[in-house]
């Protein structure tokens, strides 16, 4: 009876052991593919600046502020978009006149 006993707690170690081995394997793959999902550049924009010519200092100055300028007023734009539609669409939505 005794030995029956030992037999079946050692072989719920084992099957704990297993079973923890065979969780952190399968969370070690999961979290390391996300990992590489999300530091994966799925924009494109590596690739680009490889393939881009070399430019000198003045020109790639140029190009960051350009696209710093560009992002400013695109969020501005937005800024004012969704300012005219709190401010001045939702109250005439709310009084019936849209």
């Known amino acids: 009876m005794r030995q029956a006993s030992r037999r079946s707690s050692t072989r719920r170690t084992k099957n704990f052991t ?3 081995n065979t ?5 070690d793959n999961a979290g390391s593919s996300r990992g590489k999902w999300i530091t ?3 924009t494109g924009m590596s690739r680009a600046m490889i393939d881009m010519q070399s430019m000198g200092f003045w020109d790639t100055l140029y190009y960051i502020v350009t696209h710093f300028l560009i992002a400013v007023f695109g969020a501005l734009v937005s800024g004012l978009l969704m300012f005219l539609l709190i401010f001045i669409g939702i109250p005439l939505l ?3 006149v849209l």
């Open 18 to 20: 297993s079973a923890a």
């Open 23 to 27: 969780a952190y394997r399968d969370s």
């Open 40 to 42: 994966a550049d799925h």
């Open 94 to 96: 709310i009084q019936g």
